[in-house]
């Protein structure tokens, strides 16, 4: 139990060091997925410890998982999906209006033409 | 230069991994009053016998409004820059998917065989999403997921260039998208006038299937998921000629 | 088997953060949303897994390759 949790701390503090250290811009929108993926998993992970069948209600389930965890889950999968498309869009146009993907090289360009 | 902006770096990352990392590794026990309760009530509070629909369609119908609004503003933004990026470049080849009939024969690996494949995919593919939306309540799946999947069947059908449909229409999808918000809104003020709260279930008689209101709200949600992305993803691959 | 397929995860994560080419790491993000719909089958919540199936590995990879595609697809200069 424990090493499934420092799996999922070490995917969270990589994804961590891609949005802070990463110089291409869309590196850091891949290390906003990675941020994503590491709360799913998470979650999901803390919320089937408590029973062992899924939650849809037939005949004769006994201890079903945690449902609340899931349902919160697929807020923040449909959230991640658009934060993406919309930061993508975004360097996209940064790239056509300054012609680099490199952070570095757009501030000198943008400052330069003030 | 190098070495200043590597020592703030790891000095971030380690003050994210000091605040982080406790939270990840404590291994306090889960509280279990939550799933009792909805193994003994969920079913007769709101008609499903799939508990995570009734959580984020009956209990928490809320927050699914605000994730609609967010996936619309979203998707709004990005067809607004899109647009734009569109208008300035009309005469790349870059926005184009396929490949130009007169650029064929001197391409040898660009086969017919993408078309083919989508255009005969694409209705099954659809109807699976029409279902997995429909039997939400009893079996997993629900609007999101049968909204996306009837997004990508509608990318399929404008992959494939056999067939032009009016399903591939960006102006018919966005109209689409528009009329199923307004009823989702119309449908969660309507509890208010039937004396049941504000996204209160306002056909709670007892007729045969009592699981109405969510089948309703799963069928609007799924519309509505669906053909924004449709939306966008066909404006992402250049085929929005009468926008 | 959780651990067989977290460790393959972060594997493609660490890999997709420091190819070279961009669409490479497009492909590893798209496999990471695979294997996470797997692991979510596995620990009996079928509704997050179809909803990470078809928006990750289906969506997501298709807004990734417009973006690659107009603009680069290597890394010009240092990453």
Request: aromatic share 6%.
């Amino acid at each position: 139990m424990i090493i499934e949790r420092i799996l999922i701390a070490l995917l969270f503090l990589s994804g961590f060091t891609a949005i802070v250290g990463m110089r291409n811009i869309i590196r850091k929108v891949f290390g906003l997925n990675l941020l994503n993926a590491a709360v799913l998993l998470l979650f999901i992970l803390e919320g089937s410890r408590i029973g062992n069948q899924a939650p849809i209600l037939d005949e004769g389930i006994t201890t079903m998982v945690d449902p609340i965890p899931q349902a919160l889950m697929l807020t923040a999968i449909v959230i991640g999906v658009c934060v993406t498309a919309l930061s993508l869009a975004l360097a996209v146009r940064l790239y056509r209006a300054t012609g680099s993907l490199d952070i570095q090289v757009i501030t000198e360009r943008l400052k330069s033409e003030h | 230069m190098k070495k200043l902006e590597l020592i703030k770096i790891v000095i971030t990352v380690l003050l994210c991994a000091l605040l982080v990392v406790p939270i990840i590794l404590s291994n306090h026990s889960w509280p279990t009053q939550a799933r009792d309760y909805l193994f003994d009530n969920a079913r007769s509070d709101t008609g499903a016998t799939n508990t995570v629909s009734a959580i984020y369609l009956g209990y928490r119908a809320m927050d699914t409004l605000g994730e609609t609004l967010v996936l619309l503003v979203s998707v709004t933004g990005t067809m607004a820059i899109l647009v734009k990026l569109g208008k300035e470049q009309s005469d790349e080849e870059a926005t184009s998917f396929s490949l130009a009939p007169e650029k064929r024969p001197t391409n040898r690996l660009r086969t017919h065989l993408l078309e083919t494949v989508a255009s005969k995919l694409g209705p099954i593919v659809l109807l699976f999403g029409f279902y997995v939306m429909l039997y939400g309540h009893i079996s997993p799946g629900g609007g999101f997921q049968g909204g996306v999947i009837v997004a990508s069947a509608i990318v399929f059908l404008a992959l494939g260039t056999e067939v032009k449909s009016k399903l591939t229409n960006t102006l018919v999808l966005s109209r689409i998208e528009a009329l199923s918000f307004l009823v989702l809104i119309l449908a969660s003020i309507s509890g208010v006038f039937f004396e049941s709260g504000f996204f209160g279930n306002p056909i709670k008689s007892a007729s045969s299937l009592s699981a109405n209101f969510i089948i309703l709200l799963n069928i609007i949600i799924g519309l509505k998921v669906g053909t924004s992305i449709a939306v966008m993803c066909i404006a992402m691959m250049g085929g929005s000629h009468d926008h | 088997m959780n651990m067989l397929l977290l460790s393959l995860i972060l594997a493609l994560g660490i890999y997709a953060l420091l190819s070279r080419d961009l669409l490479h790491s497009v492909i590893a993000l798209s496999a990471i949303s695979m294997l996470s719909a797997l692991l979510f089958t596995i620990l009996r919540a079928p509704d997050v897994a179809i909803t990470e199936a078809a928006v990750g590995a289906g969506v997501s990879t298709v807004i990734f390759v417009w973006a690659i595609r107009h603009t680069q697809r290597r890394d010009k200069e240092e990453s």
